[in-house]
C-alpha cells in the first residue's frame, strides 16, 4: 500500500489598511486600520491569495452608540477614540454573511445556519486594542485569520493503460452541512446538531489519462465534524476500451481515520484537508459492489492533513 505525502506552502498576506487624517471636534484624529495575515493559506477551490476587503465588527462597549464597526467593510472610515479597550472580530468570506454577529463581552464571532459554498473559503480573527489618551500615534490593528472549515478531496490511481477509459461518477458522501460556527479568538467549534446534506464532486471523465487522469482535483469545503464509521462515500467506475464491453461497479468507503496522535481520531478539523486516495484497476471493475478501506495518516499542518492509498 503506498503513502504520499503532500505540502502546501504557508502563504503570509498583508494587507496596507485606509489611514488618513481629518479635522473633526477633537483636532489630531487617527482613522483605524488593519493589517492582515491569514494562517495556512489553502491551495484548492478558492485560494485566498490575497485579502483586498473583508468585513469587520468593532466595538469599544456593549451599547448601540459603542460600535464603530458593525459587519462592514474595513475600508470604512472610523476613527479610534481615547482611553477606549476596543474588541475587533473580522471575516472573510468572499461576500457579506448577513447572519454574522460579534459579541463584545466573551470576544466571540458567530455564524448561525452556515453552509459551505466551494467558491468562498471562511477565514477569521479577532483582536483587542486600548487606545492612548493620544490616538494620534495607534498602529494598524493586526489581524491574523484561520480558517474555519475543512476539506475533503479524492485522488484516483490506476494501473491501466490509457487504451482504456475508467470513468468516476457520482461521487458524493452525505455529512453534516448547515451547522452554527463560532470562534472567540481561540477555539473554533460548530455545533454538528443538524440533518445531513449531501456533498458532490465533479465527474472525472478518464482516470487511466496519464497526462491528467490520477487525480480528482474537485474539493469540498466541509463543516468540520466527527465521523467515526457513520460517513461513508460512494461513487460509481466505469470501465471501457478496446475488445472490451462497458462494465460498471458501485464502490463504497467509510472515512472513518487514525489521527496517530496528531488530533482527534475521525475527526475533521478546521484548516485540514483530507486527501483520500483510491486505486481501481480494471479487475476490480466487475459489475458487483466493492467495499473499500481506507487508511489515513494526518500531517500537522494547514493542506493535506491526511493521504492514503486505497486498494479495492
Known sequence: MKKQFLTVAVAALALAGCSKSETVEVAGNRAIGFESFVNNNTRA?????????????????????????NNE???????????????FGAYYNVDKYEGAS?????????????????????????????????VT?????????????????????????????????????????????????????WTNSGANGEYKYQEIADIAVEEN???GNDVNFVIPQNNTNTIEVSFTATLNGPGLTEKSSPFTANLGYSANGKGTDNTWTP?????????INPEDIDGTLKKIEFEVQQIEGWADASETTVLP
Do not use: C
Open 271 to 279: 484548516g485540514y484537508r483530507y486527501n483520500y486516495i483510491v486505486t
Open 45 to 69: 477551490v478558492t485560494e485566498v491569495t490575497q485579502l483586498t476587503d473583508f468585513y469587520v465588527f468593532g466595538m469599544y462597549g456593549s451599547t448601540d452608540n459603542d460600535i464603530v464597526f
Open 102 to 134: 460579534f459579541d463584545y463581552t466573551t470576544k466571540t464571532l458567530k455564524f448561525p445556519n452556515y453552509t459551505p459554498n466551494n467558491g468562498k473559503d471562511l477565514i477569521v480573527a479577532t483582536a483587542s486594542r486600548t487606545t492612548n489618551t493620544d
Open 137 to 189: 500615534s495607534e498602529d494598524k490593528v493586526q489581524l491574523s485569520f484561520k480558517h474555519m472549515l475543512s476539506q475533503v478531496k479524492f485522488t484516483f490511481n490506476t494501473s491501466a493503460a490509457d487504451a482504456y477509459t475508467i470513468k468516476i461518477s457520482d461521487l458524493k458522501f452525505s455529512a453534516k452541512q448547515t451547522e452554527t460556527g463560532t470562534y472567540n479568538g481561540t477555539n473554533i467549534t
Open 213 to 215: 487522469g490520477y487525480t
Open 73 to 87: 467593510l474595513n475600508t470604512k472610515t472610523a476613527y479610534w477614540v481615547a482611553s477606549k479597550t476596543y474588541e
